[in-house]
């Protein structure tokens, strides 16, 4: 499996970001550790949130590709995950 990393983009006043924080932390757990997950507050790394066009939090991009905008259903980031993980092996 491979290493998958999770870029979280949050605000401090983000009502659906300790959800999605939340999601990422149980599959990580779920997919054994492979995951880094960097917490991106937007309000201090405008460039980056730019460079995505990332225009509302949450969103996750996953190994440098914008992947969702809002909290994704679990199904869908877990799959997104796997893939991820899949693809270099």
């Known amino acids: 499996m491979a290493e998958v990393y999770v870029e979280e983009f949050m605000s401090p006043g983000c009502v659906g970001c300790p959800a999605a924080k939340q999601m990422l932390k149980e599959l990580s757990e779920e997919l054994k550790g492979e995951i880094t997950i960097e917490e991106v507050d937007i309000t201090v790394d ?21 992947k ?4 994704p259903k679990k199904k869908e980031l877990k799959k997104a995950l796997e893939e991820e993980a899949g693809r270099d092996e």
């Open 68 to 71: 969702f905008m809002g909290v």
């Open 46 to 66: 405008t460039t980056r949130a730019a460079q995505y066009g990332i225009m509302s939090v949450p969103a996750l991009a996953i190994n440098g590709e914008l």
